[in-house]
């Protein structure tokens, strides 16, 4: 498979919040780089188009908009 990625990916797992309206929804942030990220969710049905993504670990709040889903992982890239 050939890499078509424009920024390295960096492997993580860190708990994460998917915020939509005040909806927070719990998460697990798989991978991430300066332009995107993988995010494992449980409920893809709950997931939204696009949300605010908050990593309290890291004190980030990213705005996000979905690219791709797939069984329990959306990809999303950063507005």
Do not use: Q
Request: include cysteine.
């Amino acid at each position: 498979m050939v890499e078509t990625r424009n920024a390295r990916r960096y492997r993580v797992a860190k708990s994460a919040k998917i915020d939509h309206g005040g909806d927070k929804i719990a998460c697990i942030l798989r991978d991430i780089s300066a332009t995107g990220a993988a995010i494992e969710i449980l409920d893809l049905v709950r997931a939204p188009t696009e949300f605010t993504l908050i990593v309290p670990e890291d004190g980030l709040r990213l705005r996000c908009r979905v690219v791709w889903r797939k069984e329990y992982r959306i990809g999303v890239t950063f507005d």
